[in-house]
């Protein structure tokens, strides 16, 4: 059993900033791929940002620029540092990880979900 626990959503205002953070636990031998995907009231989950194993990071293009997503693989966690919040960033934000387990298998995992709010 893995669990994504994602922390650090809130309310901001425009051009503020807010840093999220997604630790993994459980049954892991290693974490393949971790990334942040976004959800907007109506809309469909879309790709933030990805950073495999071998640290290459790809982004949206709305957010290039302004988000910048890391990893700490002795502590499982992933980050994403957003700065210059706009209103179209509000969204609940999606920790993934592709978890490869003992027996060499690999696995997406999803948290939860972190609500990001950005006033105008």
């Known amino acids: 059993q893995v669990q994504l626990v994602e922390s650090g959503g809130g309310l901001v205002q425009a051009g503020g900033s807010l840093r999220l953070s997604c630790a993994a636990s459980g049954s892991i031998f290693s974490i393949n791929t971790m990334g942040w995907y976004r959800q907007a009231l109506g809309k469909q989950r879309e790709l933030v940002a990805v950073?495999?194993?071998?640290?290459?990071?790809n982004y949206a293009d709305s957010v290039k620029g302004r988000f910048t997503i890391s990893r700490d693989n002795a502590k499982n966690t992933v980050y994403l540092q957003m700065n210059s919040l706009k209103p179209e960033d509000t969204a609940v934000y999606y920790c993934?990880?592709?978890?490869?387990?003992?027996?060499?298998?690999?696995?997406?995992?999803w948290g939860q979900g972190t609500q990001v709010t950005v006033s105008s």
């Open positions: 993934y990880s592709v978890i490869i387990n003992s027996a060499r298998s690999l696995f997406p995992v």
């Open positions: 950073i495999p194993s071998d640290g290459i990071t």
